[in-house]
């Protein structure tokens, strides 16, 4: 097994635990929202039912059915996803400066390493993507459960829309994180990728002038921003298509500017 | 490899998940009702050319509703559809632009609009308003480009407009030719300090051999006085960039007053249809009585080379009157069904192909679970005759609860 | 042999490094010798491309460092930088995953010499203690050149004892050692070569053996007639 792997490798064991306590509060708080919700809705029909002697149809007509994307769009279960999201996106900072503030300080190994030091950036990278797509992979693999409970707990009656696939497009950031189709999930993953990538570079920047970096850091990430929506304001002069392919184009070279700027900071300019 | 098995099978649950679930949203069938065009009689290639836009609403469902798209008699959900699906069909939403689009690709590069050309056996034109300035001092000029078919050579012009007045906003609504002279009909809303909304339709006559603006008309302008007003309002053109020597607009007289509950009203009182002739800058007068029916708005109507076709309707049916300009008379009325519903947009018309095409639903609110299906009729705008009836209903075992609503109707 | 020519530094305004240059031989310790502040642990971090320099030239036998280089000489920081979860085992298995040259016996060797239980974690170990697995991870590599900051500073008597044992040891012999110091004592018998240090230039590079022999001074003498000049 190459060197690069056994990074990658080191990356996800160090990062396991924290992943592990992810994965188990999006299954609890999910779990329990499908049960919470779906009881609670059954309960509410039985008592307004009984207390206002209506019948089932007319209990459908004033409160309608409960459907999955109720669910989906609850605390319950939106909550969890939001955490996930955010501490993997303060791990984006803290995969690097934990190896230089850490107790000991990891980076000396890591950058003694006999291997490009380019290696340790990818690999820092593969890690992040591999703990977001993993979440994702449990959240697809928890669904289908989660659309039986919810099928099994509600009589069929008062069961609306319960199918988890168009569920999700009922929240804009679920439509984001899982897209219908699998070239949108490309461009969302493939622009979330770019996104890290020049996170990092902007990190190394800071670690190589200090508060230069920093500046040096946002200006780059606007920079790489501003090429990004250029194309979009000579959008009339443009076919969707071209546009498309043009953005994709960019994407490429922006994420390929950000690794040769990392990759230069990495081996010249960065310091312990 | 022990030492390896989180990575590891992190990596293959990736791999089999996320795989797994695009792999099945690809092959599986939608859960969503298909919705097709089903013949009750006549054609089914007549229903070919509608393009419809719409959403369908889940009952019982949280969140946005469903975006589509039918095309081809074939059904198609934004959600469902790819990224590059979504980029390049329905972008704009101008099929009517795509084949020009096709055929000349670079000179139609950046132009949008129908209204904005016109098209005959030599030509290619697109003229159209560029605005700069502030709101406070604006300039306008028009952006022309020809295409002269035969030897594809291209003209592009720029040529301000000089202003008398300070205007709000300017566009163009349709462009002709006649001979060599651009005829381009724009719209213009004054600066005003009053609520009244004023209206001025223009006629520009362009000579595109010394790129001058050699004739500025002013053909209609609204009136108000006191409280009554006296407006125009365009009727729609079938085919917008073929040659035309007419427009036509409807000028109604709206009284204002107030209702028993003190709020201000808008009583439509008097309209009649006036068709201007690009030519000879004559001016035409169709007198109608159904055009004064309160409830008759001009926009439904439709006009195409000599022909006007006043379209007036009820909650049961719609009327469709045919006249010829040039003999000033009324030619032809006929009468179709409509499904009966409180909105009467719910209801759409288009006259295109010598065609009638008459979509009618029922997507009236609060949510009604059974929603009726949808109706559609083609005929023949020359005989009358149904060339086309059918339902709008969802194939067997897709039906579901929820109401379909089109916003957007347009023939190819 | 490891030349640094003419480097320099600047933190800020500060000049850190100010036109150094000395050489290590292979099989010959070399010490570098200041006060704290002195360039000492810059120029150990700079031969090993952790801090760039802004002028100057580092070679490792006659070519610039590289990734290869990494395999070919070591540093030994004066902190442990292994993870403090780690254990001595896993740390060890670390450098196995990444150095084709890692001597697993050699480290068994050590590991027994020092007396130290592999399992233990290295969030666990005492002062002392760390320092000899640093030393441990860095001298189990077969490289040709070991860099060490500071190895006796701040460590137990007994700790400095096996420290210095090793030092003592055929571990060292063949090798060309770098290792810097502000208190010379402890190892003045064992360096070869020294180098005094002050305000990131060098006052003085001399072998030890010769100005015994020739002018009959200790390291120290010659400390003290340079620094308290």
Redesign the interface.
Known sequence: ?N?FL?L???E???A?KL?ASLLAIVAVSQFAGVVVRSKSYVSEASRVMREQSITQAEFLSSH????F??II?SLWFLGPIALSAALLILYIFLIWYRDWF?????I??L???????INIFFAKATAIV??V??L???Q??LLPMQQTILESLVPAEFL??S?Y??AL???WFL?LI?P??????L?SYGVGIMAVFLLFTAILFER?FRWKGIVIGILFIIFAGLLLMAPFFAE??????E??LLEGVLLILITALSIVISRFLL?????? | MK??W??IV??L??L???G???IR??VSAS??PQFTFVKESGDDSEIMPIVLAGSFD???????S?GLQIVDNEIQYS??????EQ??EG?RGEYGLIDL?EKY?SFM??K?GSASFYEDKDFLLYATIKEEGSSEKKDFSFSISLLDKENEERTDIKIEIPMKRSIIYMGEVDVQMVGRMLKVVAEHAPYTNSDFEDKEVHVYTIDLSSKKIIADDLIFYSENAGESFINYQRLAQNNIRNPNKYIVYEKYSVQEGTDSYGNKTMEKRASELIAYNLETGKQQTIQTGRLNNPDYSGYESFYNDSAIYVIERNAEKLKIETYDIHRKKLMKTFEFPVLSSKNTEDTKVIIKNSRIYLYSADESYPRQTKQPPAQLIIADLMTGKTVYKGKLVAKKGTE??GILRTHYMEIK | MIEVKNISKKFGRKKVLDGLSFQANKGEITCLIGINGSGKTTTL?AI?????ISEGQILIDESPIS?????KV??I?D??????NMTIKESMM?MR????NWNADRASQLLSFFKLDENTR??ELSKGNAAKINLLLGLSIDVDYVLMDEPFSGIDMFSREQIADVFNSHLIEDRGVIITTHEIGDIEHLIDKAVLLENGKVLKEFNTEEIRMQEGKSVVDVMREVFLR
């Open positions: 097994m060197r056994k990658v490798n080191f996800i064991n160090r396991s992943f309608g059915t409960i459907s994307s109720q769009t850490g107790k000991n300080t990891f000396y190994r950058l003694m390493l006999p291997t490009e030091r591999l703990l797509l993993g994702i992979a449990f697809l693999f609306g829309y199918d696939h168009h497009n009922s929240f439509s899982i219908h189709s699998f070239d949108q999930f461009l190589s009339d002069m443009l076919y969707p298509t546009l498309l081996n010249k300019k960065v310091t312990v | 030492r390896y989180k990575t992190i990596t649950a990736v089999l998940g996320i797994t679930f695009y949203n690809a859960s969503l889940r009952s019982g469902h949280f969140g946005s469903e959600s469902e559809q790819s990224l590059i980029f390049t972008y689009q690709r590069r950046g949008w579901m609860e | 971090k090993m491309a952790l801090t760039p990734k290869s280089s990494y395999e070591t540093f920081p902190t442990i930088t292994m993870l403090p670390f995953d990444f150095y084709t290295i969030s």
